[in-house]
């Protein structure tokens, strides 16, 4: 393949100087870095380093745990610093739905959300293993700590209004209904950017716990090691069934299937036909 074309991911932002300025969740910011590593080994491209950086002030006025600069969570791979600069300024870009196999020198540019995990599929394997290869030691080691079965409940609360937030009562009731046919006793660890008292309800249920391991990278991929993950509207909570092909319950999705395996994926709205819980406690029967 042309060794003169490189593969840009561009990651969101309003304004981009240095950092990234009102830039999107590092959740969205995957699809492209995976997109892009996809694309890299594909055609065996060289690949530029994400500029993972941003500031938003959002996080600070909501007094989330993570303020979402994401400085730090990754090992620098790829074509960095003043050649990165010098291409980003001079190269000639092109978009990747082109044909690759006809372009010449310059950059693909993969940016936006594409098709979310449909882009990506049958890769989870791969995007996972480079993911462990870049964070830090700090995040592998979380992500190792983690040996317990558990149920991974996310529930997503700073930046979501009311109409996009999930009842606290699903999530109970869900808790409840595992709780009851499990045979064995099983934690549930819940990840959220809401806080104690917000949580309070679901945090008093038995075996149920707070959950943050230090930055959203790697509470990303401890969710991967869940036995099943009650799910937000959020694209965090899929990529921790993406990365883990894990099972996968939500109350409602604005997004296409996450799994390879759709048969280990439900939407509670839309999938009347599904005896849910059945198949809920057939995951834990084995």
Not at 65 to 72: I, P, Q
Not at 102 to 116: F, P
Request: glycine share 6%; with cysteine.
């Amino acid at each position: 393949m042309n060794s003169k074309l490189i593969v840009y991911p561009k990651l969101p932002s309003l304004h981009h100087f240095i950092i990234r300025f009102r830039g999107a969740g590092l959740a969205n910011c995957l699809f492209i870095y995976a997109r892009a590593l996809v694309l890299a080994n594909k055609y065996q491209l060289k690949i530029i380093n994400p500029s993972w950086v941003q500031f938003n002030l959002g996080p600070y006025l909501r007094k989330e745990k993570d303020k979402r600069h994401y400085n730090g969570l990754f090992k620098s791979f790829g074509i960095g610093h003043v050649k990165k600069n010098w291409l980003l300024f001079f190269g000639k870009k092109y978009g990747e739905n082109q044909q690759i196999e006809n372009l010449a020198n310059g950059l693909i540019v993969v940016e936006g959300l594409g098709n979310y995990f449909e882009d990506i599929k049958n890769h989870s394997e791969m995007v996972k293993k480079h993911l462990l290869s870049i964070v830090t030691n700090q995040t592998i080691n979380s992500y190792h700590s983690v040996v317990e079965e558990f149920v991974g409940v996310h529930i997503r609360m700073g930046d979501y209004d009311l109409d996009s937030r999930i009842s606290l009562d699903w999530y109970l009731e869900k808790m409840r209904f595992i709780h009851e046919k499990c045979d064995r006793k099983i934690k549930f660890l819940v990840f959220s950017d809401g806080n104690a008292d917000e949580l309070q309800k679901v945090l008093s249920f038995p075996c149920a716990e707070m959950a943050f391991f230090g930055n959203a990278i790697a509470d990303i991929l401890v969710l991967s090691k869940a036995k099943i993950i009650l799910a937000s509207d959020s694209t965090f909570s899929a990529w921790g069934a993406y990365l883990g092909q894990t099972p996968i319950l939500f109350n409602k999705r604005h997004f296409p299937p996450v799994l390879d395996n759709s048969q280990h994926e439900w939407v509670e709205n839309i999938q009347q036909s599904v005896n849910i819980e059945k198949e809920i406690k057939a995951i834990f029967s084995s």
